[in-house]
């Protein structure tokens, strides 16, 4: 436990995970300094009285005074008042790095361009499912700093590159680094080795690194090594068999798992659930009970998730895929033994939808294009895509075409903004018509 005695402390960033610093240092009689570069952050209504707030920019007295900054993962340490506080010796970190140097319990800590949110959940169901009080945070659903309350047994948390840049303490009992693809780019001006370098960061000290055999980039710096256990589709200790149709999960060489029995569908699901157990394994929690945590689990919401079933069509909502990148994760290996309906549509943000055509390729493929970009989509294949205005329209088309074996896949590689207040509206507008049509 460090000791925060005296110290000038200041906070950058509100909102819950900043009010989550606040409450730290208050609780231990140190009170900070917040600053926050918007007018009116999240946040500021919950902010004690006492806490001396500066808003609208970065106060650079503020932070050349202070002995401690905590700084929000939005704030890239490159900027020009943290480099020089940094250069005059204030020490910087993040509340990662905080709830560290704190966490009496092992810690799982997930990270990777893709797929960490999925993983961190099924962990955490895994351990629930084992009896045991986990506490699942960090860049998805509670600040890490709130789990300390709990009291929990193990914490599961999904880390971002941001925060892994200003943790230093972190020794997980098992760290993983899922995938690396291109992502943040503007915040990593020499490109793809440094946001990797600064994923890297999760496995130092780490008991067990979890690496992916299929993605060299999560390998550690100096190669595999002993303490390295490996996924991946066809290759690693963990991997996925098929024989006669089904898939299985199989662990060195045994097959634990027929996917058949789980809820969630497709290859990069299966690789998540792949390396959610070997994280549950590596940490000791029961194998029966993370299998059994994975045929109950059913996807996060508006992630390849299963909207409706029924008379033998599957429909699936995987709204969240605002890029090409997503799109192309949905349908890389997918199986469908009927015919795939593809909505895609909306705002493109620029984007180069090309990628995406080596994956509608087959008979058994038909486009629905809609939205600000559908006409854009509709040439990746124009044979087989029906344009119309919006999502709605596409779908009463595509109600009576259905046929047993058939599957819908809303993965639209585009943002909703045109046409919906958020992708999550959009996935629920897409589930709402799904029970109605099917």
Not at 7 to 12: G, R, S
Not at 213 to 227: I, K
Not at 250 to 267: A, D, F, I, P, S
Not at 372 to 399: C, H, K, V, W
């Amino acid at each position: 436990m460090a000791d925060y005695q005296g110290k000038k402390v200041v906070i950058i960033g509100l909102g819950l995970t900043g009010l989550s610093c606040v409450d730290f240092f208050l609780a231990r009689g140190v009170t900070p300094r917040v600053m926050d570069t918007r007018i009116a952050p999240a946040g500021l209504d919950k902010l004690p009285a006492a806490v001396e707030r500066h808003l609208g920019s970065l106060n650079e007295d503020w932070l050349l005074a202070a002995d401690l900054i905590i700084a929000s993962p939005g704030m890239a340490l490159a900027l020009p008042a943290l480099s020089k506080a940094a250069e005059n010796g204030v020490e910087i970190i993040g509340d990662i790095e905080l709830f560290c140097r704190e966490a009496q319990a092992p810690i799982v800590a997930i990270t990777g361009s893709n797929g960490k949110s999925t993983v961190t959940t099924l962990v955490g169901e895994m351990a629930k499912a084992a009896g045991v009080n986990v506490g699942v945070g960090g860049n998805i659903g509670l600040p890490a700093l709130m789990l300390l309350e709990q009291h929990c047994e193990l914490y599961v948390l999904e880390l971002s590159s941001f925060q892994l840049e200003t943790t230093h303490s972190l020794k997980a009992a098992a760290a993983t680094i899922l995938n690396v693809t291109e992502d943040h780019m503007d915040r990593y001006p020499f490109g793809l080795q440094q946001y990797r370098a600064a994923k890297l960061r999760v496995y130092e000290n780490a008991d067990v690194c979890v690496v992916n055999a299929d993605d060299a980039l999560t390998m550690p710096v100096r190669g595999a090594d002993e303490r390295c256990i490996s996924f991946g589709v066809d290759v690693g200790d963990y991997h996925l068999n098929r024989q006669q149709g089904d898939t299985w999960l199989r662990v060195k060489g045994e097959k634990v798992l027929n996917t058949k029995e789980m809820k969630v569908v497709g290859q990069h699901n299966y690789t998540n659930a792949l390396a959610a157990l070997a994280l549950a394994d590596a940490v000791k929690l029961p194998r029966s009970s993370s299998l059994k945590a994975l045929t109950t689990f059913t996807g996060l919401a508006h992630r390849f998730q299963l909207a409706y079933e029924h008379n033998g069509v599957r429909w699936i909502n995987d709204s969240k895929a605002t890029n090409v990148g997503s799109t192309e994760a949905a349908l890389n290996g997918l199986h469908v033994d009927g015919t795939l309906h593809l909505l895609l549509g909306g705002d493109g943000k620029s984007a180069d939808f090309s990628s995406l055509a080596p994956y509608l390729q087959g008979s058994n493929v038909r486009i629905y294009c809609f939205g600000r970009d559908g006409a854009e989509l509709a040439q990746l294949r124009s044979d087989i895509a029906e344009q119309t205005e919006t999502m709605a329209q596409a779908m009463a088309l595509i109600g009576p075409r259905v046929q047993p074996g058939d599957l819908v896949l809303l993965s639209p590689a585009c943002a909703s903004l045109d046409q919906f207040k958020n992708f999550e509206q959009r996935g629920d507008v897409f589930t709402q018509l799904a029970k109605e049509l099917g």
